[in-house]
Every structure is written in structure tokens, then in C-alpha cells.
């Protein structure tokens, strides 16, 4: 489709798909990846044109593969800004803060490249299970771009979340169960509904969406990359997505060895990665009975967790997970202290961050992003008690 791209292919087989018809997973069942001509990009793109453009993830047109102007479904994106932590926690980290994206989360940045490209696929009616803020970012896109949209969720789903998915025009039905019983429908639904299935990893384009978090981080550090990176992971979409866009960069010469350290956060309740991990696995084993107040990482078994876990090994990372006291514990103090106001998902990492420290796993000295992948409005809040008597 875009100029750049040479082949879409299986993330397990290697096996070449064509890419300019509609993929799901490949016929293995894995997740499809995108590939790129990346010595023609860097051919017709240097550092100094990319930084005249402006904010927003369609500045790296080149390394995703929607090719017609027309084709790229916008709600007025921005460029995320980097926050530094200064009062509450010691050491050296940096907020990078997704909750400024159009429907409050970084969602928005996957979905906008499935839906510009479903759209541009011919497709017509996109579903998806979801936590609650893919629904609500597949919604305003859908909408956006004329496309139908049905979104199946948890029914203890932050109420804003499906009500906002609602508002902007998707169907949304409430599951009695959790995102993989929601999946379930999805597939289940696909033949009699005609719908085209956007779960996490399922098709090639998501993904595409989330690698540009990994691209506009090295920008705005002038082409370096942190030592490491802190990730709240559900799906994993993000995690693997930056990890190839810094192999990309990698191989045209924009960025120096050595990439950061990639750290996969998840909660107590729901640490399947984790688990793997610590087990020396290649694959997560399904997590039973999943439980958290982070709703985004409530996901009990991903698609993609050979990708997860291969991404986080290579890298020379770990995996931790953080009990739902921490998490609320570390937005308190992040929001009182440091004046910003995080999502679950993004404390979570903050909760991680901390523990590292204290086991040396991180160094003070090292150079922490913490991904914070949703406004922290969209969440339940503390509710004020304290009270005067108006006369
Ligand atoms: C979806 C979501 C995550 C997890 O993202 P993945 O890339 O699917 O692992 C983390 N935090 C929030 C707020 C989310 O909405």
C-alpha cells in the first residue's frame, strides 16, 4: 500500500504475505507483522525534514503503510509530551504521557492506522473486544471514517468508557465475563455480521499505530533512546510495537546500539508475562481468575506473548508486577507530589519503576520512561468527603 512497504509476513513462520489485500493472522494463526523497504525511507527521509512537520504521529508517514493523504483518518493528533518525575520518586524518570491523545489514550494511535487502513481495504463494519479504551478509540476513528463499529467489554468496564465508546458511535454490548470471553463473540459474530475482527494483534495495522510511540520517543530525545522503558502490558501491542520501530531506526542508521531495556509491567492479579518470564518460557500460560484496578492490563492470555517475551529477553529486560495497592499507592503520590494525575496502567509502571530501585535492578542513574498510556480522568476517583456547612 504505502510506497515503502515491501511485505506483510508471519511474526512466528516468516512466511511472506501480499500486502495489499485485507490480513488477518496468518495461516498459522500468529500475528502478521509489516515489513519495509527501510533503505528507501532512509533514501527520501532525513532527521531535518521530519523535523519540520508538525506534531502528531502522521509525521512518520514513511515508516507506516497507509499511502494515500486521503486515507489517513486524523482527530488532530499531538506529539506526547515527556514529563520528568522530580518529588516522588528519586532517581531519573520521565512521564511519557499518551493521555493527551484524541479519547484520552494511546489507543488512538493504533486504531487510527487500522481503521485508515480497513478503509482503505474496502472494509465496512470493524468489532473488537476491549477493556475499554481500544472500544473508544475504534469508535472515534470508525465514526471518523464512515466505517460501522461494535465493541464487546467486560460489564465491570469503567462506566466512562462505554459510555464515551457509545457516544462516539460504535454498538456496545456488555459481556458477563472477561476480554477473552468478549473475543470470543467477536469471532464468534465475524460470518454472520460480515464484520472485520481489529482485536490486538489479530491484524497487521495496530500495531503499525502503537511502533510510532517507539519512533516520536527517540525524536524527542534527539535520536537517542532511554536506558529503559517501563511498560503497562496487556496485549503487549506497545511493547512490541516500539521495539521494532528501534530495530527500524537500527537498521537505517538513525539510532546507535544499545536499545533500551524493555520492562513489561503488569499487576498481581493478572501477570501472565510475568510469570512466563520468571519460568524462562517462550509462551504465558493463561492467567486464571484475573483481577485488577488496571483495567487496561487485564488480560489474561495475548496473542502476541512470544513477541512479548522475545522483545524483553532481547533487550536485556524483565518483567514485574505490582500489587493494586501499589499501583494506587504511587498515582497518590505521583498526582500530590509531581502535580500529574495518571491512569492505573501508568502508576502501575511508576509502583515498578520504584521496586527496581530499590532491588538495583535499575540504577538511579539510569534513564527511565514510564509510559502512561491514558488520561487518569477516565478512571474511577477518591471520592471528597470532607465537608463545611453552608450557614
Ligand atoms: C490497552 C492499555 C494498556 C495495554 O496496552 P497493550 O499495548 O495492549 O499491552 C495499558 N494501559 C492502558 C491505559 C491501556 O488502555
Known sequence: MSNYVSHLECSASGERLPSDSVTGLSGIGKPVLVRYHLDQIAASLDKKMLARRSGGFWRYREFLPVDRPEHRISLGEVMTPLVDLKKCVSGHATVKDEGRLPTGSFKARGLALA????????LKHLAMPSNGNAGAALAAYASRAGLRSTVFCP?????????????QGAEVLRVDGLINDCARF??????????FDVSTLKEPYRI????????????????QTPD?????????TGLIGMWKAFQELQAMGWIDAPLPRMVAVQAQGCAPIVRAFDAGLSHAEPWENAHTVAAGIRVPAAIGDFMILNAIRESGGFALAVSDAEILKARSECAEKDGLLMCPEGAATLAAYRASLETGQVAATDHAVLFNCATGLKYPLPKVTAHVEAG
Open 115 to 122: 481503521v485508515s487502513m480497513a478503509r482503505a481495504l474496502g
Open 186 to 195: 467477536v469471532v464468534q459474530g465475524t460470518k454472520k455480521n460480515a464484520w
Open 228 to 236: 529503559v522503558i517501563f511498560y503497562p502490558t496487556g496485549g503487549g
Open 208 to 223: 503499525e499505530g502503537k511502533k510510532t510511540m517507539g519512533l516520536e520517543l527517540a525524536e524527542q530525545l534527539g535520536w
Open 155 to 167: 460489564d465491570d468496564t469503567p462506566e466512562i468508557n462505554l459510555s464515551e465508546t457509545q457516544l
